[in-house]
């Protein structure tokens, strides 16, 4: 049984892979579609920029964060300045790290989904009348919603398991921003601390395992009923 302490970690844990998925939907599946559905000069490198927190350390994208969110820096000054906020040291910061690690893999899934969707269904919307806007919302949407939906998941699962780029920007706070993999790494320093390892491990395996099985699932779905189409 996990004590109230681990309960708080694990509570901890969902929020902020919840509101990184949250904060992140919107901005992946613009630019999914962005990738899947337009032409533009430097389309390979908006795509190798996206996909970068993939291939660089988890460290160097925590510290790209703490530079940018730092009470002088781009945009936390600007949070600092106007509404007062610092997301330094909280677990909203730790959100975006999650959010910032999560982004390039629901991107790819979108952009899959979205490019799956046959083109010429659209083109017989717009031949019928139907604006853009129409098309997008009753035929692209909905044909590439299940892919959004695994691309969520996918995002989810990402977010539990962040550790690098969050140690890094917001560091390990109990209560605010020890979550499952960076309280796991500070029982690990603990002694006597396998026992809370173990339990916080296998939490942790659970809730991205289920994930991952529930975005293969809505994957599996979404191809068949494609092909059915």
């Not at 350390?57 to 007062?84: D, Q, R």
């Not at 919307?125 to 806007?133: C, F, I, K, N, P």
């Not at 690098?164 to 603990?190: D, R």
Request: glycine share 12%; proline share 6%; aromatic share 8%.
């Amino acid at each position: 049984m996990l004590t109230p302490e681990e309960w708080g970690i694990v509570a901890l844990s969902l929020k902020v892979g919840g509101v990184a998925v949250l904060l992140c939907l919107p901005i992946a599946f613009a630019l999914a579609y962005l990738l899947a559905r337009v032409r533009f000069p430097g389309k390979v490198l908006v795509d190798g920029l996206i996909h970068l927190p993939l291939v660089v350390p988890p460290v160097v994208t925590g510290w790209l964060l703490l530079i940018a969110f730092a009470p002088h820096g781009p945009i936390g000054g600007w949070l600092e300045s106007w509404f007062g906020v610092s997301v330094l040291f909280r677990w909203t910061g730790a959100a975006i790290a999650a959010g910032v690690m999560a982004l390039p893999l629901m991107v790819r899934a979108m952009r899959l989904s979205i490019e799956g969707v046959d083109q010429r269904l659209e083109q017989a919307g717009r031949t019928l009348g139907a604006s853009r806007w129409r098309v997008f919302r009753t035929i692209t949407l909905p044909l590439s919603l299940p892919g959004v939906i695994a691309g969520a998941v996918l995002g989810f699962a990402r977010g539990l398991g962040e550790f690098g780029a969050t140690i890094t920007f917001v560091s390990n706070v109990p209560g605010e921003t020890e979550t499952l993999p960076l309280a796991i790494y500070a029982a690990l320093q603990s002694p006597g601390g396998e026992a809370m390892v173990l339990r916080l491990a296998a939490i942790s395996v659970l809730l991205s395992l289920s994930a991952l099985i529930a975005s293969e699932l809505i994957a599996r779905r979404a191809g068949r009923g494609l092909h059915v189409l």
